[in-house]
């Protein structure tokens, strides 16, 4: 079945660095990949999206790019700020399966002055 | 818009106690999606209803776990004879399209404790 990977559990930063939070998936269909953002007693938030191999797709600073040949889907950011710890998952969908979501564990992200 | 709600936000229920977890979706929503969110596993799929009848429901242990969307205003999630291995954040979710890419919307979770 689909699966996806996020090799960080959590990633601790001070304010200004750049980051990047690794994300890989399996599967044998055409995938949509999603970054979503938790922060702290809140819903999960959709920030990026995409299915267009090797475009970058921007939001809020953050930015991705779907590798197909690598099946990898990476956030990055140049510049964290303090308001961007939070919890980052990777998810996966495909047409076949409508709007299901298989989800990567997660990545804590902590950022501090 | 007051987003997906999810009723109770809290609930703790005894040992072999039934759990009843409710959802509004977005108005104008057709998809509803219940996942469980732990530690240990993560965010996991449970169950998806379009225009109220099941799509998919490959996510939900066989037994204990049932999933309702009576009307295209509510959703409710029951567990019977809850165990602590069942305490879990419980998230509702909506969407408007069918397509893949397009977005869901969760709720802010109800938080499932069993003494």
């Known amino acids: 079945g689909d699966s996806v990977t996020q090799t960080e559990g959590l990633v601790t930063l001070t304010k200004g660095l750049p980051v990047m939070l690794n994300c890989t998936y399996q599967t044998t269909y055409s995938p949509f990949l999603f970054w979503y953002v938790q922060h702290l007693n809140e819903a999960p938030k959709l920030l990026l999206k995409?299915?267009?191999?090797?475009k970058r797709t921007e939001h809020q600073g953050f930015y991705a790019t779907l590798h197909k040949s690598s099946s990898s889907f990476h956030l990055q950011k140049s510049s964290v700020q303090l308001s961007d710890s939070a919890l980052y998952f990777c998810a996966l969908s495909r047409a076949s399966s409508g709007q299901k979501l298989v989800f990567g564990q997660g990545t804590i992200l902590k950022v501090y002055l | 818009n007051a987003g997906v709600i999810q009723t109770p936000r809290h609930k703790v229920t005894g040992k072999g106690q039934e759990a009843t977890l409710w959802c509004e979706p977005i108005s104008g929503h057709s998809a509803v999606f219940w996942y469980r969110q732990t530690i240990v596993q993560g965010l996991e799929f449970l169950t998806y209803?379009?225009?109220?009848?099941?799509?998919?429901d490959s996510g939900m242990p066989k037994e204990r776990f049932s999933a309702q969307m009576p009307n295209q205003s509510h959703s409710t999630l029951k567990i019977q004879s809850t165990q602590p291995q069942d305490s879990a954040v419980y998230l509702c979710?909506?969407?408007?399209?069918?397509?893949?890419?397009?977005?869901?919307?969760f709720g802010k979770g109800t938080r499932l404790t069993v003494v």
């Open positions: 995409s299915s267009t191999d090797n």
């Open positions: 979710a909506s969407s408007s399209g069918q397509g893949a890419n397009t977005e869901v919307f």
């Open positions: 209803f379009r225009n109220q009848a099941p799509i998919d």
